[in-house]
């Protein structure tokens, strides 16, 4: 039972290129999270998905976009990356009104 | 949550000792509240909630409060061990978004030896 999977673990970008964050959940939560965490700070809610099929945004969306392609994967895509976002970012799962599982995070460096 | 910026608070206790972290919510309308526990380089791991209809919550060696009035929360670790040095986050659900949580900055523990 592997819970909550990202990948890539770390990932180095340029200013400008584009990337996708994958995270997959086996154990049957209907919903998902992604969240960046920067240094000495809390986890911020970039966007979430309630529910498969539908997706919205959370405190911190701009510059990033969402796909939950199925129950069990939602992935998170940088268009354009710029420095501001380089952080950790963590994809997590839940049942409402039930506490969050989270992935181990990737860590993302745009120079 | 609140967010305290940059500089975490930093609990040390000695091993064996209790620890107590507090946190304080915004929200009166947050009905859900979770303790987080992160170690350096890894996700967040739950390790106790309440909900707003309680005011307190055993689990194995930690005990959760929660006082609506003054919109606090604290986590209680009885007999802290090395093992519990970690960030501890706590995150509060609020109605207008449904399950999603709001974290706090967190609070550094230190347990010493």
């Known amino acids: 039972n592997a819970g909550v999977t990202q990948t890539p673990k770390f990932q180095v970008l340029k200013t400008g290129q584009s990337m996708t964050l994958q995270c997959a959940q086996d154990?049957?939560?209907?919903?998902m999270y992604w969240y960046r965490q920067d240094p000495g700070m809390g986890l911020r809610l970039i966007y979430y998905?309630?529910?498969?099929?539908?997706?919205d945004k959370g405190e911190v969306p701009n510059g990033y976009n969402v796909s939950r392609l199925n129950k069990r994967e939602f992935s998170l895509r940088l268009e354009s990356a710029a420095p501001s976002q380089t952080s950790v970012y963590f994809c997590?799962?839940?049942?409402?009104?039930?506490?969050?599982?989270f992935g181990s995070g990737t860590r993302l460096t745009v120079v | 949550g609140e967010s305290v910026g940059l500089h975490l608070p930093t609990l040390s206790v000695q091993e064996g000792d209790n620890s107590i972290i507090n946190c304080a919510y915004s929200?009166?309308?947050?009905?859900?509240f979770i303790w987080y526990k992160q170690e350096s380089g890894k996700g967040p791991q739950f390790i106790i909630d309440?909900?707003?209809?309680?005011d307190k919550r055993q689990g194995q060696r930690v005990t959760v409060l929660l006082n609506k009035t003054v919109k606090h929360l604290s986590l209680q670790i009885a007999a802290t061990q090395p093992g519990d040095s970690a960030v501890y986050f706590c995150?509060?659900?609020?109605?207008?978004?449904?399950?999603?949580?709001?974290f706090g900055a967190g609070t550094i523990l230190r347990v010493k030896s």
């Open positions: 997590a799962s839940s049942e409402l009104g039930r506490a969050e599982t």
């Open positions: 154990m049957n939560h209907n919903s």
């Open positions: 998905s309630a529910s498969e099929g539908t997706t």
């Open positions: 929200n009166s309308a947050s009905d859900y």
């Open positions: 309440i909900r707003s209809n309680m």
């Open positions: 995150a509060d659900s609020r109605g207008e978004y449904g399950n999603k949580l709001v």
